[in-house]
């Protein structure tokens, strides 16, 4: 038996990404974790990071998928979107 997971690599910071298909935006926090989301997420001026905007119950609407280190760009700054 052979799994075999949908996932595609994408370029962000000068670094490849795994990233879930469905997965549609890349940014990352104030301590460099870069983080996928569904849809695009929603500066929070107050809390200094990125809040999905939750689109339905799920509990995956943003996953972690790496870390830079050190940030190379601001936080408010690294929101991505993902080309298809």
């Not at 301590?31 to 695009?40: E, F, P």
């Not at 990125?50 to 830079?68: A, H």
Request: some cysteine; charged content about 20%.
């Amino acid at each position: 038996m052979k799994f075999t997971p949908k996932v595609r690599l994408v370029k962000y910071c000068n670094f490849l990404v795994n990233v879930p298909e469905e997965y549609q935006y890349l940014a990352a926090d104030s301590t460099g974790v870069v983080y996928a989301y569904l849809s695009k997420p929603q500066w929070n001026k107050r809390t200094n990071s990125w809040v999905p905007v939750l689109l339905s119950n799920q509990l995956m609407e943003f996953i972690e998928v790496g870390k830079i280190k050190p940030m190379s760009i601001s936080p408010e700054a690294s929101l991505q979107k993902i080309e298809k």
